[in-house]
């Protein structure tokens, strides 16, 4: 399967923003959407945003990081970012990538589903 490496999770002041960032371990061809999930200690995992990895590039956010949070991809280095600015406290969460694959990857399967998941990032926001 496609391996997933999240980096730039850390420490911040909250107000203060972060990077994140992800790579696929395969071609962009291969996936058809790629989003960032978060898990915070005893809650349960929720979308934050995502964008598809074709032309159009539709992106997607959930209510609570709209305004704030941007996500983009670099056709070049063939990554995804998650921009995350004015962080809040709650925003603390493990963040992590995950991939829809495409028809064109053998992976593929009908569906909202996400087959490929990263090991995922720490971010801690403190006021």
Same mark, same amino acid.
């Given at each position: 399967?496609?391996? !997933?490496?999240? $980096?730039?999770?850390? !420490?911040?002041?909250?107000?203060? /923003? !972060?990077? !994140? $960032?992800?790579?696929?371990?395969?071609?962009?061809?291969?996936?058809?959407?790629?989003? #960032?999930?978060?898990?915070?200690?005893? %809650?349960?995992?929720?979308?934050?945003?995502?964008? %598809?990895? #074709?032309?159009?590039?539709?992106?997607?956010?959930?209510?609570?990081? %709209?305004?704030?949070?941007?996500? /983009?991809?670099?056709?070049? %280095? =063939?990554?995804?970012?998650?921009?995350?600015?004015?962080?809040?406290?709650?925003?603390?969460?493990?963040?992590?990538?995950?991939?829809?694959? $495409?028809?064109?990857? =053998?992976?593929?399967?009908?569906?909202?589903?996400?087959?490929?998941?990263?090991?995922?990032?720490?971010?801690?926001?403190?006021?």
């Amino acid at each position: 399967q496609v391996r !997933l490496v999240e $980096s730039g999770g850390g !420490l911040v002041r909250a107000g203060d /923003s !972060l990077r !994140l $960032s992800c790579a696929p371990s395969a071609p962009a061809s291969n996936i058809d959407t790629v989003a #960032w999930f978060r898990q915070a200690p005893g %809650k349960e995992r929720e979308f934050v945003a995502s964008i %598809k990895m #074709w032309a159009g590039n539709n992106q997607n956010y959930a209510d609570s990081v %709209k305004g704030r949070f941007t996500i /983009s991809r670099d056709a070049v %280095k =063939d990554t995804v970012a998650l921009q995350m600015n004015t962080l809040k406290p709650e925003d603390t969460s493990v963040y992590y990538c995950a991939a829809r694959a $495409s028809i064109l990857s =053998d992976d593929y399967r009908e569906g909202d589903d996400y087959q490929y998941w990263g090991r995922g990032t720490q971010v801690t926001v403190f006021s």
